[in-house]
C-alpha cells in the first residue's frame, strides 16, 4: 500500500443531469471522477479518461505505443463496478468485465494536476549579463560531430538558453549543413533548403541588403514560424554586421510582471503577418495568423514569439475598442526588448555557426560594409526536440 494514499469514490450524485455550462460540469464533477490523494497531493481522474488510457494488452499497443482502444465507443456515462488498490496499483473493474490496472506514481506522473506545475521546456530567461556569467561554452566541431555527449551538452545549452554555438567548423556551406544535420531536420522553405546569401539585393527581403535589422523572429508569417535558425558567417571583408540577440520570453516575463493585462492581451489578440514578393524569379504571397505570444492554457507558460516589425501586416484583426490598447500594449514589450541590458551583441565569424530558438530569442543585426556571405538554413523545431529527448536530455516533457 503506498504511502500517503487515499482513494474516494463518489456514490452519492445519483441523477447527475448532462450540464449546459462549465458550471454545470464542475457541480457534477465529483461524479464522473475519481479522487486520488499521492504524496499529498489532490488529483482528480474522470472515469472515462481512465477506460481510455488503459494501458492492457487489448486496449492499448506498448510495441508502437498507440492507442487501440476506441474512445468512441467508450460508454460517456461509464464507472467502474469494483476500484481496488493492491500495492502500489489502481485496480479498476468496468461494467464489461475488463480490468485496468495502474501504478500510482504513473497516475500521479500523467496528472493534470502534475503538468500544471511542471514546465514543457525548462529554460533560463536572460539577459546580456545573465548569459555572458554562465560562460556558456561552445561545442567543437570534430566532437561534436562524433560524440553524443557533445551533441547532448549542446542541446541542453540550446534549450536552456534558445541560442547554441558550434565552433570550428569548416569555412563551407556543406559543412555548415552537416553540423545542422546532427541535430535536425533541414526545414525547405520559399529560401530553399540550405541559403546562401549576401548583400545583393537577390530577394525581395531587407535582410539581403548592408541596412541594420532591428530584433524580429523569422517567418512569422507561417502559421507554424520556423523553429530554429542556423547562421554561419563564411567571409566578412568591412566593417560591422554584429549580431544581435535577445531573449523574448525574458522581456515576456518582464511584461507579465508588469503589466499582467498587456500580456494578455498580446497572448489573446490574433494579427497577421505577410510576406509578399513579386520578381521575375520569385513570386510569393504567403500570411498567417497568429499572436504575439502564445502560451499553454493550462500553466501560462510562453512558448511562441511572433515578433516582426517588418512583416507585420494591416491590422485589421483587432476590434476598433482594443486597437489603441493593442499598440499600448505592444510598445510595453518594445521597451523591454529594448532594453540594453538585454542585448547580447555578437561578432559571428567564419567557423562559428549559431543556432538560434526563433520561437524565443530574436536576433537583429547591425549595418555593415564591405562583402558578407551568411549562409544557413532553417531546422525544424519537433526534430531538434525529438532528438533531445532520445538522447535522455531533462527538462522536457
Ligand atoms: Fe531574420
Redesign the pocket.
Known amino acids: 500500500m503506498s504511502h500517503f494514499f487515499c482513494l474516494f469514490v463518489c456514490f452519492f450524485y445519483v441523477f447527475p443531469p448532462y450540464p449546459a455550462d462549465l458550471s454545470g460540469w464542475k457541480r457534477t464533477l465529483w461524479f464522473w471522477s475519481l479522487r486520488l490523494n499521492y504524496r499529498g497531493a489532490p488529483m482528480l481522474f474522470n472515469y472515462v479518461w481512465l477506460r481510455d488510457h488503459c494501458r492492457s494488452a487489448s486496449s492499448f499497443n506498448t510495441a508502437t505505443n498507440q492507442r487501440n482502444v476506441d474512445t468512441g465507443s467508450i460508454d460517456l456515462s461509464i464507472r467502474p463496478v469494483r476500484t481496488n488498490l493492491q500495492g502500489d496499483n489502481l485496480i479498476l473493474t468496468w461494467p464489461d468485465g475488463h480490468t485496468t490496472e495502474y501504478s500510482l506514481a504513473w497516475l500521479f506522473e500523467n496528472s493534470y494536476e502534475k503538468q500544471k506545475q511542471t514546465p514543457v521546456q525548462r529554460r533560463i530567461l536572460w539577459n546580456a549579463d545573465v548569459y555572458n556569467k554562465a560562460h556558456v561554452q561552445p561545442a567543437k566541431w570534430e566532437k561534436f560531430m562524433e560524440t553524443d555527449d557533445e551533441l547532448k551538452k549542446f542541446l541542453r545549452n540550446y534549450l536552456l538558453y534558445g541560442i547554441a554555438f558550434v565552433d570550428e567548423v569548416p569555412n563551407t556551406v556543406e559543412a555548415t549543413e552537416a553540423v545542422t544535420q546532427r541535430a535536425s531536420l533541414i526545414r525547405e522553405t520559399t529560401y530553399g533548403k540550405m541559403w546562401c546569401f549576401t548583400s545583393d539585393f537577390s530577394r525581395g527581403d531587407t535582410?539581403y541588403s548592408q541596412l541594420a535589422?532591428d530584433r524580429?523572429?523569422?517567418t512569422s508569417y507561417f502559421h507554424e514560424p520556423c523553429g530554429i535558425?542556423v547562421f554561419h558567417c563564411l567571409k566578412h571583408e568591412g566593417t560591422g554586421g554584429r549580431t544581435l540577440l535577445v531573449d523574448g520570453f525574458y522581456a515576456a516575463e518582464q511584461l507579465r510582471q508588469k503589466s499582467p493585462e498587456n500580456f494578455e492581451l498580446l497572448a489573446r489578440v490574433p494579427i497577421r503577418h505577410e510576406y509578399i514578393e513579386n520578381t521575375d524569379s520569385h513570386k510569393n504571397h504567403i500570411t498567417a495568423i497568429g499572436p504575439v505570444l502564445q502560451a499553454y492554457p493550462w500553466n501560462n507558460e510562453v512558448y511562441m514569439m511572433r515578433y516582426n516589425n517588418y512583416d507585420r501586416s494591416v491590422m485589421n484583426t483587432v476590434p476598433p475598442d482594443a486597437v489603441q490598447r493593442w499598440y499600448v500594449a505592444h510598445r510595453e514589450l518594445t521597451a523591454e526588448l529594448r532594453r540594453p541590458e538585454n542585448e547580447l551583441w555578437v561578432k559571428l565569424t567564419p567557423g562559428k555557426v549559431i543556432f538560434i530558438d526563433n520561437w524565443r530569442v530574436l536576433?537583429?543585426r547591425e549595418s555593415f560594409t564591405g562583402l558578407r556571405q551568411l549562409c544557413g538554413c532553417y531546422l525544424t523545431r519537433d526534430d531538434v526536440l525529438s532528438t533531445a529527448r532520445c538522447l535522455g536530455l531533462e527538462g522536457l516533457s
Request: cysteine-free; glycine content about 12%.
Open positions: 535582410a535589422l524580429h523572429t523569422d535558425q536576433h537583429g
